[in-house]
């Protein structure tokens, strides 16, 4: 009779690197996923409440950058590929709507150490909506 | 006998095992989200709720207190600007708005252990204070 010794270890390798690698590879964009749609909920909560608070419609605009800047950031992504829309009511006007939207796109193809190749990527997206300070003073 | 062919059960078995931890962190992931959407909605409903003072004893007396019926109504207003696909519930407790929002998604993955749908839920209180913060 041929000897089996060894086989087990060649079925082992063989069927753990098919299965378990996409699976590795699924988990790892998964949490990429995660971690964008974390941020950009982050920076557009933090964006719409800074906005709401501002003295006029410039002021808004520039805490919106900087809340978004700091948000991605802090969980490690990159501010310049982040997608910011924002709105304000006509002369900013008090008790108004002021709506954020931060998008950030995540590449689903990527290696260790080499990063990401030109590939198809899932789009995250954070919206948030706050009403402007009925009472907080305005710059003339 | 022959024990050709064992390891590739147990490497299925482990495979099953990890799609099983997989489906249950997306599911998991995607409740998370949900909640957080809410817990927003419900910052932003309770704020624009808590913005409404009795404006006649704020001039009249320099007192801050909640305007408890227009606030209600500044917060479901605010909530239907989001439509954020929950259930509302807001009322006035003490001096603050409370605003709890319930909603449900549908799962990825643990439908296959008979959980359809995942319940979430986020609460969020404001009161309305004098000054500059």
Request: glycine letters at 10%; charged letters at 20%; aromatic letters at 6%.
């Given at each position: 009779?041929?000897?089996?010794?060894?086989?087990?270890?060649?079925?082992?390798?063989?069927?753990?690197?098919?299965?378990?690698?996409?699976?590795?590879?699924?988990?790892?964009?998964?949490?990429?996923?995660?971690?964008?749609?974390?941020?950009?909920?982050?920076?557009?909560?933090?964006?719409?409440?800074?906005?709401?608070?501002?003295?006029?419609?410039?002021?808004?605009?520039?805490?919106?950058?900087?809340?978004?800047?700091?948000?991605?950031?802090?969980?490690?992504?990159?501010?310049?590929?982040?997608?910011?829309?924002?709105?304000?009511?006509?002369?900013?006007?008090?008790?108004?709507?002021?709506?954020?939207?931060?998008?950030?796109?995540?590449?689903?193809?990527?290696?260790?150490?080499?990063?990401?190749?030109?590939?198809?990527?899932?789009?995250?997206?954070?919206?948030?909506?706050?009403r402007?300070d009925l009472?907080?003073?305005?710059?003339? | 006998?022959?024990?050709?062919?064992?390891?590739?059960?147990?490497?299925?078995?482990?495979?099953?095992?990890?799609?099983?931890?997989?489906?249950?962190?997306?599911?998991?992931?995607?409740?998370?989200?949900?909640?957080?959407?809410?817990?927003?909605?419900?910052?932003?409903?309770?704020l624009a709720?808590a913005s409404e003072i009795?404006?006649?004893?704020?001039?009249?007396?320099?007192?801050?207190?909640?305007?408890?019926?227009?606030?209600?109504?500044a917060?479901?207003?605010?909530?239907?600007?989001?439509?954020?696909?929950?259930?509302?519930?807001?009322?006035?407790?003490?001096?603050?708005?409370?605003?709890?929002?319930?909603?449900?998604?549908?799962?990825?993955?643990?439908?296959?252990?008979?959980?359809?749908?995942?319940?979430?839920?986020?609460?969020?209180?404001?009161?309305p204070?004098?000054?500059?913060?």
């Amino acid at each position: 009779m041929r000897s089996e010794r060894g086989q087990a270890l060649v079925e082992a390798i063989v069927l753990g690197l098919l299965l378990i690698i996409p699976l590795v590879w699924l988990l790892t964009v998964l949490a990429d996923v995660h971690r964008s749609a974390l941020a950009v909920t982050a920076g557009a909560r933090d964006a719409g409440g800074r906005a709401a608070r501002a003295t006029s419609v410039g002021a808004a605009g520039r805490a919106v950058d900087a809340a978004v800047a700091e948000a991605l950031a802090g969980h490690g992504l990159d501010p310049s590929k982040a997608r910011v829309r924002w709105s304000a009511p006509p002369g900013f006007r008090r008790g108004g709507a002021v709506e954020v939207e931060v998008s950030y796109s995540v590449p689903v193809l990527g290696a260790p150490f080499l990063g990401s190749v030109s590939s198809p990527s899932v789009w995250v997206r954070g919206r948030h909506v706050a009403r402007i300070d009925l009472y907080r003073s305005r710059e003339p | 006998m022959s024990e050709r062919g064992q390891v590739t059960v147990f490497v299925a078995g482990m495979t099953l095992v990890v799609l099983a931890v997989v489906g249950v962190a997306v599911d998991a992931t995607r409740a998370f989200l949900f909640r957080r959407t809410l817990q927003n909605a419900a910052d932003a409903s309770a704020l624009a709720g808590a913005s409404e003072i009795d404006r006649a004893l704020y001039y009249g007396a320099d007192r801050v207190e909640l305007a408890e019926g227009s606030a209600v109504r500044a917060a479901r207003d605010w909530l239907a600007t989001r439509a954020v696909g929950a259930d509302a519930a807001i009322s006035i407790e003490g001096d603050e708005v409370e605003v709890v929002l319930r909603g449900s998604i549908p799962s990825t993955f643990l439908g296959v252990v008979g959980i359809g749908e995942l319940t979430v839920a986020a609460e969020a209180r404001a009161a309305p204070i004098a000054g500059a913060p």
